[in-house]
């Protein structure tokens, strides 16, 4: 009996349909999409044996190795993971790499015990296909907006307001300058292009005619945004959130000193604020020769002497100073100077009441 196989992979995304993967962790690891668990049929020294025995002595040689490795407790501890996925999430779906023999035995053994499940035909590789082919065919679908704005004018913050908004620095795990690396590491390329897909064509799909998104360069860190892609959002139209100085400073100390100093202390316990520290100062090395040597000695002093008045008496204003010489003589000449260079592409601009109102606008 032929078991059911499944390839509309749009209403697997729109739907958010959750995904068991069945490939070994090396494979998860370097891609995998959002909704998607990994549960291995073999792990990765298992995978290993059988693909030597395969180019060795054949498929018949390698499915038969494969069998005896995984057996006895090994397999039913394996399939009871997977049936305990199920039994959570009663619509999940199974995958291997093409759809081929790992997944045809996972779908066969679930059938065997009680759990039938469907499978992807064509398995990661023709749903990674499909997401890629819908990044690359933007063109036309969707108006793009871009939000401009001075380092620390809180373009993130309204991002997160507007139902029609894409947050590519979230979806990058990076905010995307010299100090944008956050203490979650950054995705693979691969997983970056899927999250971006899913969040793009569940968009699309609630009748959004405008998107908006932060304006950004095609890389974010590590990761970059597909070429076809990115000259879609070349060709939006800009709008500027303008922010006095003083709010800008106190958005810049409530994300990249309060709530990362928070999260560093999660992570690391006692060690928290000396890795956070850590980090900071190598952000400064990281840009020591566009400061200049003196203005570098200087903000790097500020910013130990904020430190030293923190582990006073935990007062975190002098993180002000630091914050402000990094906004007023680094960040904002370099945008000024874009901005100059991109004016004919402004279509509006005025601080967040006025902004917010403009863009949504967009929403009708």
């Known amino acids: 009996m032929a078991l059911p196989l499944y390839d509309n992979f749009k209403e697997l995304v729109l739907k958010r349909t959750p995904l068991i993967d069945v490939r070994a962790p090396i494979e998860f690891a370097k891609g995998a999409f959002p909704t998607a668990?990994?549960?291995?049929?073999?792990?990765?020294?298992?995978?290993?044996?059988?693909?030597?025995?395969?180019?060795?002595?054949g498929n018949a040689a390698a499915v038969e190795l494969g069998h005896q490795l995984v057996s006895g407790k090994i397999r039913e501890a394996r399939i009871q993971a997977w049936c305990d996925f199920i039994?959570?999430?009663?619509?999940?779906?199974?995958?291997?790499?093409?759809?081929?023999?790992?997944s045809q035995i996972a779908q066969q053994w679930l059938?065997?015990?009680g759990y039938p499940i469907v499978r992807l035909k064509g398995g990661y590789k023709a749903f990674r296909g499909f997401l890629l082919e819908q990044l690359e065919s933007m063109q036309?679908?969707?108006?793009?907006?871009?939000?401009?704005?001075r380092t620390g004018s809180g373009k993130t913050l309204l991002l997160h307001e507007l139902?029609?908004?894409?947050?590519?620095e979230g979806l990058a795990k990076h905010r995307g300058s010299s100090f944008g690396a956050t203490i979650e590491p950054q995705p693979t390329q691969i997983n970056f292009e899927n999250s971006l897909a899913f969040d793009l064509l569940q968009k699309l799909e609630k009748g959004y005619h405008s998107l908006v998104f932060e304006d950004e360069g095609r890389h974010i860190g590590r990761v970059h945004?597909?070429?076809k892609f990115f000259q879609v959002l070349l060709h939006g139209e800009l709008v500027v959130l303008e922010t006095a100085l003083e709010e800008r400073i106190e958005i810049t100390l409530q994300e990249y000193v309060i709530e990362a100093q928070n999260k560093y202390k999660e992570s690391f316990k006692e060690r928290g604020l000396d890795e956070w520290k850590h980090t900071i100062q190598a952000s400064l090395e990281r840009?020591?020769?566009?400061?200049?040597?003196?203005r570098y000695m200087q903000i790097s002093a500020l910013f130990e002497q904020a430190c030293q008045e923190q582990g006073r008496n935990g007062s975190l204003q002098r993180h002000k100073e630091w914050i402000e010489r990094l906004l007023r003589e680094y960040y904002d000449p370099m945008y000024d100077y874009q901005l100059r260079r991109r004016a004919q592409d402004i279509s509006f601009r005025g601080d967040k009441k006025a902004v917010k109102e403009y863009l949504l606008e967009s929403l009708t």
């Open 37 to 57: 668990v990994n549960l291995p049929l073999m792990d990765n020294r298992e995978r290993e044996l059988v693909g030597i025995r395969y180019k060795n002595n």
């Open 87 to 102: 039994d959570v999430h009663p619509d999940a779906m199974l995958y291997c790499f093409r759809g081929g023999q790992r």
């Open 111 to 113: 059938h065997d015990r």
């Open 140 to 149: 036309g679908r969707f108006n793009p907006i871009l939000l401009g704005g």
């Open 163 to 168: 139902a029609n908004s894409i947050d590519l």
């Open 225 to 227: 945004l597909p070429l």
């Open 287 to 294: 840009i020591r020769k566009r400061l200049g040597l003196q």
